[in-house]
Nanobody
Framework: QVQLVESGGGLVQPGGSLRLSCAAS????????MGWYRQAPGKQRELVAA???????NYADSVKGRFTISRDNAKNTVYLQMNSLKPEDTAVYYC??????????????WGQGTQVTVSS
């Protein structure tokens, strides 16, 4: 089995910063892409940022220039540095990993989610 454990969410004022982390562990053979999604109340889950094993990145237009995704392949960990946060960034943030599981083959895994609230 594979687990994704997120950390780093919380309450921050507009203009502030947070750094999210997501560590994957378990029966992992290799990890392809890792990413962060978010879901605000009453809205669909949306992609925030993604990064491939080679380091190529993709961002939602709404976060370009403010958020930076990175990963440590040796630690199977992905990070999301969020700067200049806005109230509209408030959501539950979910980590995602597209990986090869020793027992199940290629599979998509999700973390449990971490709340980010931007408010004064």
């Amino acid at each position: 089995q594979v687990q994704l454990v997120e950390s780093g969410g919380g309450l921050v004022q507009p203009g502030g910063s947070l750094r999210l982390s997501c560590a994957a562990s378990g029966s992992i053979f290799s990890i392809n892409a890792m990413g962060w999604y978010r879901q605000a109340p009453g809205k669909q889950r949306e992609l925030v940022a993604a990064i491939t094993s080679g380091g190529s990145t993709n961002y939602a237009d709404s976060v370009k220039g403010r958020f930076t995704i990175s990963r440590d392949n040796a630690k199977n960990t992905v990070y999301l540095q969020m700067n200049s946060l806005k109230p509209e960034d408030t959501a539950v943030y979910y980590c995602n990993a597209d990986l090869f599981d020793y027992g199940l083959g290629r599979k998509d895994y999700w973390g449990q989610g971490t709340q980010v609230t931007v408010s004064s």
